[in-house]
């Protein structure tokens, strides 16, 4: 009986011993693999976070630029050069966020978290419009998109499956409200009507102005094809 029993021990030693030979390796990788996604995912939160804080800050009011009388002047067809637009780049701060520079205000990101290739960011801006559906015309928006692209290293027992880095990026699209110059600048009749009321200190002295009229047009104003 006692030699039956001790075979048994043995037996039972040896099938956890392969089970553990068998199902370790498998654990392990199954660990470090939720290791690498939870980075994947730090670094995907942070490019989201960067396009947002480009749109933040390209979106910022500035009245004296965008609502001013200076503004409205500027933006009169007879005087006005064709109209710029810019916007902040998402740089790669937020993803390294090395607050030296001050270009992003987070803290210092772990080494851990730092992507495994540069980082680019552009950003596009412009006038854009909205149209179809119930809408009679076009609503104008100033439009930005903003991107970011960088690289998560893939740990090398998963290179075979997912290669040796994973391409992380983000990119969204953000809209504003039309400064005075945009409105001038893509509907024409707004243009020329506010221009010609203004002809006698802007253009010609010698011109008389002519008032805008005391009933507003109804009609859908046309934006120009630039817009």
Same mark, same amino acid.
């Given at each position: 009986?006692?030699?039956?029993?001790? +075979? &048994?021990?043995?037996?039972?030693?040896?099938? @956890?011993?392969?089970?553990?030979?068998?199902? %370790?390796?498998?654990?392990?990788?199954?660990?470090?693999?939720?290791?690498?996604?939870?980075?994947?995912?730090? %670094?995907?939160?942070?490019?989201?976070? &960067?396009? +947002?804080?480009?749109?933040?800050?390209?979106?910022? &009011? $500035?009245?004296?630029?965008?609502?001013?009388?200076? *503004?409205?002047?500027?933006?009169? =067809?007879?005087? *006005? @050069?064709?109209?710029?637009?810019? /916007?902040?780049?998402?740089? =790669? $701060?937020? %993803?390294?966020?090395? =607050?030296?520079?001050?270009?992003?205000?987070?803290?210092?990101?772990?080494?851990?978290?730092?992507?495994?290739?540069?980082?680019?960011?552009? /950003?596009?801006?412009?006038?854009?419009?909205?149209?179809?559906?119930?809408?009679?015309?076009?609503?104008?928006?100033?439009?930005?998109?903003?991107?970011?692209?960088?690289?998560?290293?893939? =740990?090398?027992?998963?290179?075979? *499956?997912?290669?040796?880095?994973?391409?992380?990026?983000?990119?969204?699209?953000?809209?504003?409200?039309?400064?005075?110059?945009?409105?001038?600048?893509?509907?024409?009749?707004?243009?020329?009507?506010?221009?010609?009321?203004?002809?006698?200190?802007?253009?010609?002295?010698? *011109? @008389?102005?002519?008032?805008?009229?005391?009933?507003?047009?109804?009609?859908?104003?046309?934006?120009?094809?630039? /817009?």
């Amino acid at each position: 009986m006692q030699i039956m029993a001790l +075979r &048994a021990r043995h037996a039972t030693r040896g099938q @956890a011993t392969l089970e553990t030979a068998v199902f %370790l390796p498998v654990f392990l990788i199954v660990l470090f693999g939720v290791i690498w996604a939870v980075q994947s995912s730090v %670094l995907s939160e942070r490019a989201q976070i &960067a396009v +947002r804080f480009s749109g933040l800050i390209s979106d910022e &009011a $500035d009245p004296y630029q965008q609502y001013s009388l200076g *503004a409205l002047y500027d933006g009169l =067809p007879g005087i *006005a @050069a064709p109209e710029t637009y810019t /916007c902040s780049t998402p740089g =790669p $701060d937020a %993803l390294t966020n090395n =607050p030296t520079d001050g270009t992003f205000p987070g803290p210092q990101s772990p080494t851990f978290f730092q992507p495994a290739s540069s980082v680019n960011g552009s /950003c596009t801006p412009g006038p854009t419009h909205l149209s179809g559906g119930t809408m009679q015309s076009p609503m104008l928006f100033v439009h930005t998109q903003s991107t970011v692209q960088t690289s998560a290293a893939v =740990p090398g027992y998963l290179q075979s *499956a997912l290669g040796s880095s994973q391409n992380i990026s983000a990119t969204q699209n953000f809209f504003d409200g039309p400064d005075m110059e945009t409105m001038l600048t893509c509907y024409s009749e707004i243009g020329t009507a506010v221009e010609q009321s203004l002809a006698r200190t802007v253009l010609d002295v010698s *011109a @008389a102005p002519t008032p805008l009229p005391d009933t507003p047009n109804t009609s859908p104003l046309v934006l120009s094809n630039a /817009c």
